[in-house]
């Protein structure tokens, strides 16, 4: 079974540019998840979608972050424009709609720096 | 605001030697998760304890959620360089929410 695939890996930009994340989710993974991790600290949550509706973007900065899921598959993180304390690693996890047990399965993450 | 607080932060030890982590928080989560995240990867499931007091084992690591729901632990026996890694612990809130711990970054020397 494939995992979770996000792209790019790696990117580095100037502080004002944008940029955008691209992650797919395991096939029938009804929830999709967006996490911020900053050096040196755990993930946490921006925003999570299920199927393609929002169901918590309650820590989403949403003056310059946003995150779309067409079609209830793929979906994107911006962020425009990007500040330095933007520096992180971005993960994309999904997780299968079922009872209390919530195993999310992560993404190889996008390293991005801010210069 | 419901947060995880993981100690120590940092640990470097030798191989064979025995460890501990803590998990600790002032609010009650309905389970919690442990992973580990290696360089470059994003965090993996190791355990999910959801019954107060439970105890669980998953070969030399043995995981235990505290008698209130609060709190957690990771011990590790005879630990091996394979199990360096940054570990993660994180409280389920609802039905799919996690709030993550800073995590402790575990070196074993060989």
């Known amino acids: 079974e494939a995992g979770v695939a996000q792209s790019p890996r790696y990117k580095i930009i100037e502080k004002r540019q944008s940029v955008a994340f691209w992650c797919n989710p395991i096939?029938?993974?009804?929830?999709l998840y967006w996490y911020q991790q900053i050096l040196g600290q755990g993930p946490k949550l921006l925003i999570q979608f299920q199927n393609n509706g929002v169901v918590d973007d309650s820590q989403l900065p949403k003056d310059r972050f946003s995150a779309e899921r067409l079609k209830g598959v793929d979906s994107t993180l911006k962020i425009q424009p990007a500040k330095l304390e933007d520096s992180a690693v971005y993960l994309c996890?999904?997780?299968?709609?079922?009872?209390?047990?919530?195993?999310?399965?992560f993404g190889p993450g996008t390293r991005l720096t801010v210069l | 605001t419901q947060l995880l607080e993981q100690s120590p932060q940092f640990l470097s030890i030798q191989e064979g030697e025995n460890l501990t982590v803590y998990c600790n928080s002032s609010s009650v989560f309905s389970s919690l998760q442990w992973y580990r995240q290696e360089p470059g990867e994003g965090p993996v499931l190791l355990v999910t304890v959801v019954t107060g007091g439970e105890v669980k084992k998953l070969k030399r690591l043995t995981f235990q959620f505290g008698d209130a729901r609060k709190d957690s632990s990771l011990h590790i026996t005879a630990a091996q360089p394979g199990d360096t890694g940054l570990y993660l612990c994180?409280?389920?809130?609802?039905?799919?929410?996690?709030?993550f711990g800073q995590g402790t970054r575990l070196t074993i020397n060989p």
């Open positions: 994180a409280g389920v809130v609802g039905a799919q929410k996690l709030v």
């Open positions: 996890a999904s997780s299968f709609v079922s009872g209390k047990y919530n195993e999310q399965f």
């Open positions: 096939s029938g993974h009804a929830t």
